[in-house]
Structure formats: C-alpha cells, structure tokens
C-alpha cells in the first residue's frame, strides 16, 4: 500500500515557467490538501479540496491552481513560478476533513 | 487573525521528560491535533485532541485546556528517535487546520 505518493521529489526550475506537482492517493480519502513548508513558519494551506469534483483555496492561493477530476489525484500548478514559490510542497489527504491527515513524502521545489 | 504559539526548540536529556507547549486563538474550535517531523521527512499524526483532558498513547500524552486555549504535548522515557519537530495544528470553525510553525526537540545522550 503506498498510501499518498509525490512527483517529482525534487525540481529546480526557472522563473517564468509553468509546473506541474503531482499528488495521487490509494486510501480513497475525500479531502485533499496542498501545503508550503518554509522555514520558520507553520505550514500554509495552499488549496483544498472536500470531495471530487470540488476545491477551495486556502491560506496562500494566489498563483497556484488545482484540479480534482477523480478521488485520488490532485495535481498542483504553478502557472508562471517566481522565486517566492520555492518551498517544500506537501499534498496530504484525510478521510474527512476533522481527521488525522496522512502527508505525501514532499516535493522541494527551488525557483531560480 | 489566528495564531498558534510554540517554543522554537527544545533540549533534553534521553531518557528524561519534556512537555511542549501550545497556545492558540482561534476563530472557533474543532479540534487539536499533534504531528510529529523528523528532519527531511513528512509530518505524522500523534494526537487529537477535541475534549478537555488527557488523552494518553504509549510514551505521548496531549493535554488540552479550552477555556485557556492551551494544549501540551508531554513524551517520557525519551529517545534519540524522538529528535523531532512536533507541529501543533488547531482546526477552526472552517474545519481549516491552523498550523504552529514547530517545535524542534533536541535530545542529549
């Protein structure tokens, strides 16, 4: 059982262009999550979403899309990146929306 | 706004005691919850709490005070493997986890 696995685990990428973060789910959770991780600070909701076919946006959404065509995927887009996007990236998922949540293993993301 | 507080770090000796704090305010409550981060890794789930009290698991207990807006997070018998960070995450009236910024736990042989 893999459980949430991440792609790419790493990405060094150049300012201006567009990326993909994927995140993909086995648990047949509802809820999914996306989350930046900078130092110093507590984790930041980026998106979310309750069940497929719906997302919302969290703390920081401004420059990140997200999509939920099914339960278990829920790829994260940074349209044009900035280097103020360079972050550890989590995807976490829960079976609803006041319970433990399970994190993907995180993808380190630098912008240059 | 929403706040959660924790100390930065946290030294302590293996084998010993440690209580880490957390103090939160919150637009509503719907619970708390504790995650522990070893370096590089992924967070993982060790507590909720949603009630006054002590809920106890092994080595780790959580405590949670409503009224204070206050919960800690008490480990015993300390290992080398508990070197960590330990987030504390308040769940709001949105049901949206508010996360503290950690607490990373040193511990000495």
């Known amino acids: 059982i893999a459980g949430i696995t991440q792609a790419p685990t790493s990405q060094i990428l150049a300012a201006g262009r567009r990326m993909t973060l994927r995140c993909t789910q086995d648990m047949r959770h509802n809820a999914m999550y996306w989350y930046r991780q900078d130092l110093g600070l507590g984790l930041r909701l980026i998106h979310y979403s309750n069940t497929a076919g719906t997302t919302g946006k969290g703390e920081v959404p401004d420059g990140y899309s997200v999509s939920r065509a099914n339960t278990d995927d829920f790829p994260l887009t940074l349209a044009s990146a900035v280097p103020s996007q360079t972050s550890v990236y989590f995807c976490a998922s829960s079976d609803s929306m006041n319970t433990e949540a399970f994190f993907g293993q995180g993808t380190r993301l630098t912008v240059v | 706004g929403q706040n959660i507080d924790q100390p930065t770090e946290m030294t302590a000796t293996e084998g010993a005691i440690v209580q880490i704090n957390c103090t939160y305010q919150?637009?509503?409550?719907?619970?708390l919850f504790w995650y522990q981060q070893h370096a590089g890794e992924a967070p993982t789930f060790l507590s909720y709490?949603?009630l006054d009290g002590l809920e106890e698991k092994g080595r780790f207990s959580s405590f949670l005070s409503r009224s204070k807006g206050y919960s800690y997070l008490l480990l015993k018998e300390l290992q080398m493997k508990d070197s960590a960070s330990y987030l504390c995450?308040?769940?709001?009236?949105?049901?949206?986890?508010?996360w503290g910024a950690g607490t990373k736990l040193i511990i000495k042989p």
């Open positions: 995450a308040v769940m709001d009236s949105n049901y949206q986890l508010i």
């Open positions: 709490n949603v």
């Open positions: 919150t637009s509503g409550f719907n619970g």
